[in-house]
């Protein structure tokens, strides 16, 4: 089955500055990448996902990309603000399979103003 | 209104005891899930209900019962419980049975002494 190793564990970045997120994925055959963050108390939420016909997309102050032959993604969030502080996780499925989604182990953010 | 909505938020209980969480989704999703959450942050799906028809079962203790009365609705029961099921328990439903874009519940935190 699908294996997701996600790193760091933990981040600390200054208000305005940059975060990185990275995971990575085993199965070859995944080919749907989404993004959630979970806020203290809640539940995730899906701020962004990518499907591997495409190597990034962009949201706003958040990014993602995608390489296909070391099969690996991240996240990239640009000027952070304290709101920003949340566990995030990224996760890979093979689309239109009835498999579940796998999810990374999570990555605490936390923003310093 | 809450999309994803599960009761109760907080559930302190002592181990042997029958517990029931409740889950209810307004979104017009064909699929919902029941997914735990352990200490550390790791997501893992405990079950997938599509149209009121199980497609996930992942290895769960049979303790651990799913009752979907509608497609609205998908509702957790637990008996005799045990310390180990302490977690928090998400609800989340989607469009149809690809495992993509959940919407999950805020959580149930379930604590068993």
């Known amino acids: 089955g699908e294996n997701v190793e996600q790193h760091p564990s933990t981040l600390s970045v200054q208000e305005g500055d940059s975060a990185v997120i990275k995971c990575t994925y085993s199965d070859s055959a995944s080919n749907y990448f989404p993004w959630y963050k979970q806020e203290l108390g809640k539940g995730p939420q899906l701020i962004i996902d990518i499907r591997s016909n495409v190597g990034e997309k962009k949201d706003q102050r958040i990014a993602v990309t995608l390489n296909k032959t070391a099969k690996h993604f991240s996240l990239h969030i640009t000027e952070t603000q304290p709101e920003d502080s949340a566990v995030y996780f990224c996760a890979a499925h093979l689309e239109g399979s009835a498999r579940q989604l796998t999810f990374g182990s999570g990555t605490q953010l936390t923003v310093l103003p | 209104d809450t999309a994803v909505s599960q009761t109760p938020k907080y559930l302190v209980t002592q181990m042997g005891n029958d517990k029931s969480i409740k889950c209810e989704q307004n979104l017009g999703h064909d699929t919902m899930y029941w997914y735990k959450q352990d200490s550390k942050k790791f997501l893992k799906i405990m079950f997938s209900y599509n149209n009121k028809e199980l497609i996930i079962n992942e290895t769960v203790p049979n303790r651990f019962s799913p009752k979907s009365p509608d497609k609205a609705h998908l509702n957790l029961h637990i008996n005799s419980l045990e310390l180990g099921d302490s977690a928090v328990y998400f609800c989340?439903?989607?469009?149809?049975?690809?495992?993509?874009?959940?919407?999950f519940g805020s959580g149930t935190q379930l604590s068993v002494l």
């Open positions: 989340a439903s989607s469009q149809d049975g690809k495992n993509e874009k959940l919407f």
